[in-house]
C-alpha cells in the first residue's frame, strides 16, 4: 500500500468482547460500538519497552537488555452530540472492553491493533474557544495490544 491519509480511511471500535486478541470476530466487531464519526483526537495508544542498562567492568559500552512493556495513559478525543450519547454510555467509566483499531479501514485480511482496556471515565473539554463542544474518554491498557490482528471477514 502506498502512502495515504487515515482520516476517511481508518476506523476504531470498542467492542465488549474479543476472544481472540488475534483475530477479533465479525460478531464482535458488530457488536461494537463505531467510534469513528466522532473521533476528533487520539493520543497514546503506543506501546513501548523501557531498556534496563546493564554495564560491565569489562567494557566502556554500556549494553542495555529488554526491560519491561509500557503503554501511555491513552485517550480518545469526540466531537459532542447533544442528542446522541452512544459513545458516552458505551465508555462509562470502569467499563471493560477492547479497542479495535482498524488503520486501513474495516477491510478483511488487512492488519487491525486490539487493545485491551478500561475506561477510566469520560470528561466534558470544556472551552471558551471558537470550536465545536467535545469531550475525552480516558483508557488504562490492561494487558498488552496485539498489533498485529487480522480484520475479520463477512460471517467470521
Known sequence: MSDFFRRGLSEIHFCPTV?????PSRAEVTAGTDLTPAVAAINGFQFSNSPIMTPKLSTTFTTQIPGEDTSPTSTLDFYDDDADDAIRDALVKGTEGFLVFFPYGDTPGLR????????????????????????????????APEQEAVVPAAGS
Open 19 to 23: 476472544a481472540s486478541l488475534t483475530a
Open 112 to 143: 487491525a491493533e486490539v487493545w485491551p482496556a478500561i475506561s477510566t471515565g469520560v470528561n466534558d473539554q470544556w472551552t471558551m474557544s471558537n470550536e465545536a463542544a467535545k469531550f475525552q474518554a480516558a483508557f488504562a491498557i490492561t494487558e
